[in-house]
């Protein structure tokens, strides 16, 4: 502003100079959002996060109430990126953000953290059931399938869960906390959330032990397989094996699957894992029909990530070539999570491998969901009941009705029915009353290594006290 004088010095009026900066405010703010907000999800990012965290602690330390934290990661997300392509897993990664928001508070923050992984504060809770009650709402919400650029997509979440004061004061503590509280949920089986605990700490450090083991365990030859034999009800002669793969630590002893399959596939390590024991099984079998025992079927276990890689077929032509296995003994044992995401996909995928001779059968049938109209295109032999719903059949009137629609279904779409987990004489005869041609399970035999099976198959593979 600059005051107008005349020739007297007299102050005549004033002239002011005004400049619109609405633009570059809007500018300034727009730069400000972007760097404290997420470009794709438009969620706040880390930064933004960590300052909004801090606030709150400072905000419950003097109010004295609690806080929680919610680490979330999609389980098997790298798979959709790895198949559909990287826009249909943004804009699933979009859908996600929008269904994490509707479960929260206006007053709390879902932020993104980077890849499929997401943070979320839970501002001034009650008590832990709190954040229990609101991680349950993501379960639930996520679960629900959705279309994403023309796929029917699932994704489920593992959510680890911490808490302020009570696991730690320190905002860089509190987020490790929620961290490792769900790696292990990954590791008990994903799709659920838990509470950060005490003991946890070490538990993280053996993973990443097991997971340095594991990839020298491949250079080493550690990884062997025992077969278990699977069993016609109707004669008792074993019809199948199927190889289940065990790990000989030179330090823990013999290492079971459930204690590294979640690290192997986590780390990417389940791909040169699953070809070596499709390689090893095709090739033990064959040997056994060389040395004149009965020809039957080997039973492999493919992981989500195998079925979905590009290239299964050619790889499985490979072994087989390489082997001289025949196709029609190799059986594939797919769960139901697996090939009902995707069912279309799948379809084409399952339709492919029943062309080439291999059999095809849907494990742990019963603990997913299934659509009918999916179940009746897919080229499969047989249907696998679940051990869990196997374990208190005889007495357990809701297991003995779920095995008994499932053996009545199967049978209606002209499948085969085996049941696995068999371990009472009871289970057996409640499975032949209902038809079922064939079971598994520690009542015939725990899996046995090669050389133990090998006179079980030169006595024509009968069980000579089979009921």
Known sequence: INAIRDQQGELRHYVALFTDISERKRNEEHIRHLAEHDSLTGLPNRALLQDRLLQAMARAERAGSRLALLYIDLDRFKLINDTLGHPVGDALLQEVAHRLQATVRVSDTVSRQGGDEFLVLLDEIESADDAARVAQKMLDLLAQ??????????????????????????????????DIAMYQVKEGGRNAYQFYTGDMNERASERLTLEHDLRRALERGEMLLHYQPKIELASGRIVGLEALLRWRHPRLGLVPPERFIAIAEDSGLIVPIGEGVLHEACRQSQAWRAAGLPAIAIAVNLSATQFRRAGLEDSLRDILAATGLPPRLLELELTESVVMNQADATVAILTRLHDMGVRLSIDDFGTGYSSLAYLKRFPI????????????????????????????????????VIAEGVETREQLDFLRSLGCEEAQGNYFSQPLSPSEIEPLLRKGGYYEDYP
């Open 381 to 416: 032999e047989k249907l696998k009941v679940d051990q869990s719903f196997m374990r208190d059949v005889a007495h357990d009137a809701n297991d003995a009705a779920i095995v008994r629609a499932i053996i009545g279904l199967a049978h209606s779409l002209g499948l085969g």
């Open 145 to 178: 399938p959705c279309w994403v650029a023309g796929h029917e997509l699932t994704v489920t979440p593992s959510i680890g869960i911490s808490l302020y004061p009570d696991d730690s004061t320190d905002m860089i503590t509190l987020i490790k906390s929620a």
